[in-house]
């Protein structure tokens, strides 16, 4: 169930409801497949579309490219689990994205091997789950829900920033009710990840700002009905994350410099004014 969606009557009605006033283009990238072969041609296509190259751990700000996560530990991928933790910030410094769960935490694990593999929550996982690159996972224990946000990769979380898309890789979504909802400064929005029937398949959600349309400054992730935990059933779907994928965190200005921007043209303004008048 691939699409690209490019200025449809969808996307249209999507940059109405949290872009500024004037904008008109966005694209979302949604795709669905019964392996990890059925989505790479999207996920690549949003890679492209993000901009080259992938800026790894490399600090900012850095003028083009992206940024990606998979969970894998670098060098040869590993296996072995790490123990739930919120926030979760381990890539906030290297590549600019801090992450929380109202939950016990958030934890990058394999399916099934090595330590604390998420198939000790439940066997059933084993054949639930798998990894779109190996061998980790992404999940909140205890909640279904994983918040985040992004900063200027370097500054430890210091500097706030915006990226002009994000998008992520899910396994598993057999149910409607997987969403990102993507922030910017104008609101937000809510998009449906696609479903795909089986175990161990393979979502993904990506959208794409074009210029002058603000940025995406924070997300919600809502992974399947409920928390990790039950035996998946008929009306139970359980969903977890793979690579996240998103633009070069670039600053938003800070409120109090818009404020003092915005007084500083009034003040102008009001110079201006009186000089016309003498």
Known sequence: MKSIMRHSTFALFVVSLFLPTGASA???????????AGITGTVDAFRAALGNPNNGNSPG??????REINWDGGGPPVIDGTAPVTP????????GATFT????GLTQAAATGGLLSLDL?????????????PNRLFAPIGSNVTQGVFSIPGTGGAVPAGVSGFGAVFSDVDLAG???QFFTGSGSVTLPVPTA??????????????????????????TGSVPLGPAESPTVDLVVMDDFLY??????????ALILLGGALLTLFAVRRRRSRD
Do not use: C, K, M, W
Not at 101 to 104: E, L, N, Y
């Open 26 to 36: 966005v694209t979302i990238f949604s795709d669905s497949g019964a392996n990890a």
């Open 121 to 133: 929550i439940n066997p059933q996982y084993a054949t639930l789950f798998a990894p779109f690159s």
């Open 61 to 66: 700000p850095l003028a083009a490219g992206r």
């Open 197 to 222: 029937t089986g175990n161990q398949t393979f979502s993904f959600l990506g959208i794409l700002l074009g210029p002058g349309e603000g940025l995406i400054n924070r997300i919600t992730i809502t």
């Open 101 to 104: 769960t109202p939950g016990t």
């Open 178 to 180: 997987t969403t990102i």
């Open 247 to 256: 633009g070069e965190p670039r600053a938003i200005p800070e409120p109090h």
């Open 88 to 95: 979760f910030t381990v890539f906030q410094n290297t590549r």
